[in-house]
């Protein structure tokens, strides 16, 4: 499942990153690699996202959380 399908105040562990380019970098500098656990916070009704990470609040648009692939904390 990607992280746009996500539910609000679920946690769940990054399985894959499909983001390229600056983006993907960026991500991946701030921690958002395979195994990182994530819980989702908030949903806006533009489509961003807003998870906690490694102890702090991100916010990504519908874009980048479609190609953020997550699974349940247990899988």
């Not at 921690?31 to 990470?53: E, Q």
């Amino acid at each position: 499942m990607t992280l746009f399908e996500g539910d609000i105040n679920q946690e769940y562990r990054i399985d894959q990153v499909e983001v390229e380019g600056n983006v993907g970098r960026r991500l991946q500098s701030l921690g958002l690699i395979h195994d990182t656990f994530i819980k989702v916070v908030n949903k806006k009704k533009n489509g961003a996202i807003i998870f906690k990470a490694r102890g702090t609040r991100l916010a990504v648009g519908k874009d980048i959380a479609k190609k953020i692939l997550v699974c349940t904390k247990e899988c």
